[in-house]
């Protein structure tokens, strides 16, 4: 069954950081773009990172931009999300998902089941 499995998330002193994982299972991950996306208690879930298929191309959300890095390696049908810096704005369950990466970054259907992020003293 293929599917997305997100890792490495964590509580962390507000300027820490985290590395999460997005791992596929029962496919590999070559040539699919992938979104990272998050959800903070009460608010809509929002777009965070996108990479391309290959890795040619990334995009930010602003509010991340410069703290976040989004990388992939195929090799382990993973791509990663670095995250440093980070503030109790970044509080969020973080999930990954397959992607359309055309003008803008569009989720798929095809959702991770999502890894806790919580920032704070």
């Known amino acids: 069954q293929a599917q997305l499995v997100e890792s490495g998330g964590g509580l962390v002193e507000p300027g820490g950081s985290l590395r999460l994982s997005c791992t596929a299972s029962g496919f590999n991950l070559d040539y699919y773009a992938i979104g990272w996306f998050r959800q903070a208690p009460g608010k809509e879930r929002e777009w965070v990172s996108c990479?391309?298929?290959?890795?040619?191309?990334?995009s930010y959300t602003p509010a991340v931009k410069g703290r976040f890095t989004i990388s992939r390696d195929d090799a382990v049908d993973t791509v990663y999300l670095s995250m440093t810096s980070l503030n109790v704005e970044d509080t969020a369950i973080y999930y990954c998902?397959?992607?359309?990466?055309?003008?803008?970054?569009?989720?798929?259907?095809?959702w991770g089941q999502g890894t806790q992020v919580t920032v704070s003293p």
């Open positions: 990479i391309s298929g290959g890795g040619g191309r990334t």
């Open positions: 998902a397959g992607v359309k990466y055309g003008s803008s970054c569009e989720p798929t259907d095809f």
